[in-house]
């Protein structure tokens, strides 16, 4: 069988364009997500914990989220150990409004080496 120019000019194109799909990622490296940047990064801890403010004049059951970006430490009241906000003599869903529980330094935690 014997091949003809016009035949191995098209298997080289071929290769030449493979070898340019091939190496393309390694040059020009594109950014990708999992998934969307949100506007708050919290880290919400898991399951409902007993939330004191910090005067110490009420406690409540509740989730506690922390803002990773700030440090900022967060309790959602839940009144419940349901991990939403639970209200049985009303028929609308509750809102629960955060209470400010206090405030990791992330800055100052910090490795010296």
């Known amino acids: 069988m014997t091949i003809d120019r016009s035949t191995k000019a098209i298997l080289i194109a071929i290769a030449v364009l493979?070898?340019?799909?091939?190496?393309r990622p390694y040059v020009t490296a594109q950014k990708v997500e999992?998934?969307?940047s949100y506007r708050y990064d919290f880290y919400i801890e898991p399951g409902t914990w007993?939330?004191?403010?910090?005067g110490g004049d009420s406690q409540v059951l509740g989730k506690v989220m922390v803002n990773m970006k700030t440090g900022d430490v967060w309790g959602f009241p839940t009144s419940d150990p349901s991990p939403y906000?639970?209200?049985?003599?009303?028929s609308a869903p509750p809102v629960s409004k955060p209470v400010y529980l206090g405030r990791?330094?992330?800055?100052a935690a910090i490795r010296n080496k």
């Open 34 to 36: 999992a998934q969307e």
């Open 18 to 23: 493979l070898g340019i799909i091939a190496v």
């Open 85 to 90: 906000p639970v209200d049985f003599s009303k």
């Open 104 to 107: 990791f330094d992330f800055a």
């Open 50 to 54: 007993m939330l004191r403010s910090p």
